[in-house]
């Protein structure tokens, strides 16, 4: 099948549009005030859409503009500057250089994978509050990978649906 230029231009722009608002969807997820429970129990929103990025879309994304978005996420939540954007660029190099490997296993394994780099996000945030004097709960650390491993499968199927729309 032959292909136009301008089909080409116009997927990689829906594409770009897509990838935006998916992040504008994850850092008001975020945002959105919670009781102390289901902020304890839902992992980083802003983390599983960058994760499905990385895994999914092919295009050159680099880890200067998860910094950014690290950053505006630093900025919209109150926390630390610069929190968000190191332990994202830290994640996003794990994906990167795994991301043959997990692009290619069935989804409810990428889910586990998932779980796991949510147990490890939190864990990096741990130590960098337990460095600057802060306190979090254990049930905070470790609860997140579940909701995350259960989320992982409806944002793919959801993500997919979405791209496929033409």
Known sequence: MITS????????????????????????????????????????????????????????????????????????????????????????????????VLSALPIWQQGLVVALLVVLFNGLQWTVFAQVGLSMSAWSWLSPWIAGYCIWPLLVVGMQAVMLRR
Do not use: E
């Open 5 to 100: 230029d301008y089909d080409i231009h116009r997927q990689k722009w829906r594409i770009r549009c897509i990838w935006c608002l998916s992040l504008l969807v994850a850092m008001m997820w975020n945002v959105i005030p919670r009781s102390h429970v289901w902020h304890a129990v839902l992992p980083d929103g802003v983390f599983i859409v960058l994760i499905y990025w990385f895994l999914i879309d092919n295009t050159p994304r680099g880890l200067v503009s998860v910094f950014f978005i690290g950053l505006l996420t630093d900025l919209s939540l109150g926390s630390l500057l610069g929190l968000h954007a190191m332990i994202y660029s830290i994640m996003m190099f794990a994906v990167l250089r795994w991301r043959k």
